[in-house]
């Protein structure tokens, strides 16, 4: 099972390094926690290894591919890449080209917190730094903040992008895995119209059918449940330790994201003891950082919190 997992996180790394990252350095980075295998990527323009790490974290529904969208200048990668960055991204276990997990109730928020210090650790180690920015979008906001609050010391900064800081709501979740072919449900991240189709004047087609295609190449097997478990909770429940962020954050939500309460966010900004940005973008939703009116808004503030903010 190892060795199938290693090629095909192989055949996904090859493909999505293509076309226009030509000029980009990609690597794999053999790692194993727990005796599964993890997919660790880096992608960098400049000499391996920088100064400047940053690792990305993936939500609950998919994994790391979708922070490279290889369409015109979507790639989050690519650009922060561009950026002068070594841009991570990691693929908990039992999801995308990491290892498969026997039960899928395994990997939840805190088991994956642990995934990522793996990661942290490998990347401080092979870069030679002490501290790296960490960003998480919509469950990774939560995987990387419990990570971060356990770890103050590793992280030099922290983004918490679509943060879901309380249980979206009590729901049972009785099956440890998300069937196959959820690829096919990719699309309906986004803003769709009344008959269930992405409207086109938000986001760009091209970008559904890569994010898509990406879907299928690296998420077609069961996907773990157990982060989803973890976020279907009573709207009470809090998932994000915002007392213990000691470090620079960065939150940035959309305001018409449904996974999302801006009023709490606003209210967990002033709780987080830490440095702390709140920005909130009019008319973007969970996945704003890939549409035509808000993608570039959205990069300006992070490299500028990533920059200025420290």
Known sequence: MKRLFAVLALLCSVWVGNGSASELTAQIHPLERNGVAL?????SAD????????????GVAFSSHEFDVDYADYSL???????????????????????????????DSDYAA???????????????QQRLDVFGWSWGTVTASRFSAKHPG??????LYAPILAGLGAREVKSPF?????????????RLLPDDSVDPAITDLAVIERY???????????????GRRDLLVSRDARLIPVRDLTMPTLLILGDLDAYVDAALATSAAGEIPGKTRLEIIVGGSHVLFLEKAHYRQFRNIVLDFLQNDH
């Not at 997919?39 to 992608?43: I, P, R, T, V």
């Not at 000499?47 to 993936?58: A, D, M, R, T």
């Not at 069937?179 to 309906?188: H, L, P, Q, S, V």
């Open 39 to 43: 997919f660790l990527h880096s992608l």
């Open 47 to 58: 000499s391996f290894p920088s100064p400047k790490n940053i690792l990305l974290v993936h």
């Open 77 to 107: 990668t690519r650009w922060l890449a561009r950026q002068g960055y070594t841009v991570w991204t990691l693929d908990i276990a039992g999801f995308g080209r990491s290892g498969a997990v026997s039960d899928g109730f395994i990997p």
């Open 114 to 128: 642990e995934d990522i210090a793996a990661a942290a650790d490998a990347i401080l180690a092979k870069s030679g």
């Open 154 to 159: 590793k992280v030099r900064s922290l983004i």
């Open 178 to 190: 998300v069937t196959a072919e959820a690829y096919r449900d990719a699309y309906k991240d986004f």
């Open 212 to 226: 898509t295609a990406n879907a299928k190449r690296c998420d077609n097997h069961p996907i773990p449940n157990g």
